[in-house]
């Protein structure tokens, strides 16, 4: 069947399972990769036989191209949520909450397969790595939803948003760590130097693209031009970073992040952009959903069932002890973990880096068992972690929180004895 024909069918399959979502109150990217599963080569395959599948596991491959220009576009999205002043604002509290709770999930998944599940510490790192990110836009439309106010949403919006960034730096290191680990001839200094390098000249490339970009923004005038500037600029990036042996991910938020900052009229060029990229957005999920081996989830049912819990009880145990040690609200220490469980675009999309770069001959078997654990949790936290988000603030009293009207100057509020 033609390829174009292929993806046709997959942008229509997605577009139908992301409003059928939205019918039932989920997001619209739960249905993307619900319906993107019955594409599976797998689950065809185990119903109909091999001789009536319509996506084979070539076709994912070859559609990796569309993964990439995906993630890489979410990558930049990212960076815009880094405005220097409103990091200031939130303060040094949001930043180790942040931190703790990557960590929390970080150390909790990597000790789980490590030492419980006896798997190679590549396996281990690489997959504990993955799960620091959360989904920032299921839990900011659980938020907007409910008109949600209070410490516990105003922590909740900034944390979301920064540990994709500190995810994904993770994620980088992990990667650098794995590969090194896999190589029969590495050294403890390799170990140590290379994602160090990686992560530096991540940084220092997309500063440098985000300053040229900004100021090439200052100065277009047409639409149409600087929207296919911001998009050139954005493959570039990701094809200088591996060039460079760089992360493209890191790179691009970078690359966000001073555009943001450099220029105030930052939004015009993230709009453009966004409004280039929902068919592909559309189509990396549903593909994300086909790409699900089922016959492998069988064989890592109960490593699967672990991940899932370690990453969950990680970052609520790391959030906790975060907000706890700088002194945050009752209702921030007792709640914020529950907010955090939402799991999606990111962790989809550093599978497909898993598979480009784990590949049989240099791994064997890693990348297929880990994307297929992701995936599966992500179908779970993705339907669960709003209902949890939604739980989070409705006990701490947030629902409708900015339709409560502010005490003017002056005015006594009652205390309740």
């Known amino acids: 069947m033609d390829v174009m024909l292929k993806l046709a069918v997959i942008m229509i399959v997605g577009v139908i399972g992301g409003k059928l979502a939205r019918l039932v109150k989920l997001p619209e990217v739960s249905g993307y990769l619900l319906f993107g599963l019955f594409l599976s080569p797998s689950l065809i395959g185990l119903i109909f036989g091999d001789g009536l599948r319509f996506l084979t596991e070539t076709d994912i491959e070859n559609f990796t191209i569309i993964s990439e220009i995906a993630l890489a576009v979410i990558a930049f999205s990212i960076g815009s949520e880094f405005v220097m002043k409103d990091l200031l604002k939130v303060g040094k509290s949001i930043m180790i909450i942040t931190l703790t709770e990557v960590v929390g999930a970080i150390a909790l998944v990597f000790s789980v397969m490590y030492f419980l599940f006896d798997q190679s510490f590549a396996f281990s790192i690489v997959i504990a790595s993955m799960s620091a990110a959360t989904a920032p836009a299921a839990t900011l439309l659980v938020m907007r939803q409910y008109r949600a106010k209070g410490p516990v949403t105003s922590t909740v919006l900034p944390v979301v948003a920064l540990d994709d960034v500190y995810g994904i730096a993770a994620f980088g290191i992990a990667v650098s760590l794995a590969m090194t680990s896999l190589s029969s001839d590495a050294s403890l200094g390799q170990m140590i130097l290379e ?195 939604k739980l989070a603030i409705g006990l701490a009293g947030e629902i409708n929180g900015q339709d409560v009207p502010t005490p003017a100057a002056g005015t006594e509020v009652p205390v309740k004895a």
């Open 195 to 389: 994602p160090i390098i990686e992560i530096g000249g991540s940084l220092v490339l997309g500063f440098v693209l985000g300053w040229i970009l900004s100021r090439i923004s200052k100065k277009a005038q047409n639409r149409d031009m600087m929207k296919a500037i911001a998009i050139g600029f954005i493959f570039g990036a990701v094809g200088l970073a591996k060039q460079l042996g760089f992360s493209p991910l890191l790179t691009n938020i970078v690359m966000g992040t001073a555009m943001v900052n450099l220029d105030r009229h930052a939004h015009r060029t993230f709009s453009l952009v966004n409004e280039f990229i929902t068919p592909f957005f559309v189509m990396f999920f549903t593909i994300a959903g086909a790409s699900l081996h089922l016959d492998v989830l069988a064989t890592v049912g109960w490593m699967g069932v672990a991940y899932i819990f370690a990453r969950g009880f990680g970052k609520w145990l790391g959030a906790t002890f975060g907000a706890v040690v700088m002194k945050a609200p009752k209702t921030v220490q007792k709640y914020m973990g529950l907010a955090l469980l939402p799991q999606g675009g990111i962790s989809i999309g550093l599978s497909v880096v898993v598979r480009q770069m784990f590949t049989p001959d240099i791994a064997g078997p890693m990348a297929t068992n880990i994307i297929t654990i992701i995936m599966a949790s992500v179908l779970i936290y993705e339907t669960t972690g709003p209902i949890f988000a």
